[in-house]
């Protein structure tokens, strides 16, 4: 390894999809110390729970997990550097090699963190021309939606959140006041127009006759029970 960290042009940010069993994830990217990687487990930043190795070497580490993250968990990894001057040169002092490096590597650092940030942030494409885009202030954007003007500018568009249109289900369930309301009006929602069963079609099978309507039928055997779950239940 060389006296100083190598920063090579990679993006300072590596994703995964755990499966359930794997503990070891690997980042890519150099960091000057382990509190420089941010560990996150889909959108929440992990403050325990894990170890990180490799700190100070060009090629990166790995973060080692207490618990594997469970199946379809995104696991993120990257580097977030507090951005500030690490050294300071004095008139007639020192100038060695092994500082000045230490502080352009950490710079490099810092504008690959800049820059993947940028990446993630809308942007004007690179032939687009010179647009305004400053947001409207808080009090006339709160509650609006964003739109553009005819000059390509963000301003808070017509109309706000509490008109958007609904359905007239939609209307039933934004209405309800908790969860288990809510619940109750999906349920609702699963009855399929079939008369509650009685003694007097007791045997028979539920099915579908031509005119797309579910009824109970006797005439059907158990072979067709199976037919008509297979054509339309």
Excluded: W
Aim: hydrophobic share 40%; glycine share 10%; no cysteine.
């Amino acid at each position: 390894m060389a006296d100083h960290i190598q920063i090579g042009d990679i993006t300072p940010r590596k994703r995964y999809v755990a499966d359930g069993t794997q503990t070891l994830f690997t980042y890519p990217f150099p960091i000057f110390k382990a509190a420089d990687l941010e560990v996150y487990l889909d959108n929440t930043l992990q403050e325990s729970g894990y170890a990180v190795s490799g700190a100070g070497h060009d090629l990166g580490g790995e973060v080692n997990f207490d618990t594997p993250p469970a199946v379809g968990v995104g696991v993120t990894l990257r580097r977030r550097l507090t951005i500030a001057r690490q050294s300071d040169f004095q008139e007639s002092g020192a100038f060695r090699a092994r500082v000045i490096n230490d502080e352009l590597d950490f710079l490099t650092a810092a504008l690959q963190q800049v820059a993947d940030d940028t990446r993630r942030s809308l942007q004007l494409s690179a032939t687009d021309p010179d647009a305004v885009l400053t947001l409207p202030d808080r009090a006339t954007r709160g509650g609006a939606f964003l739109a553009f003007d005819a000059e390509g500018n963000p301003v808070a568009g017509a109309g706000s959140i509490g008109g958007l249109p609904a359905t007239t289900f939609m209307t039933t369930l934004l209405d309800d006041a908790d969860a288990p309301s809510a619940r109750a009006t999906l349920s609702a929602q699963e009855d399929l127009s079939v008369a509650p069963p009685t003694s007097g079609n007791a045997g028979s099978v539920l099915a579908v006759n031509p005119a797309g309507n579910f009824h109970y039928d006797p005439t059907l055997t158990h072979g067709a029970h199976l037919t008509a779950l297979s054509f339309g239940l």
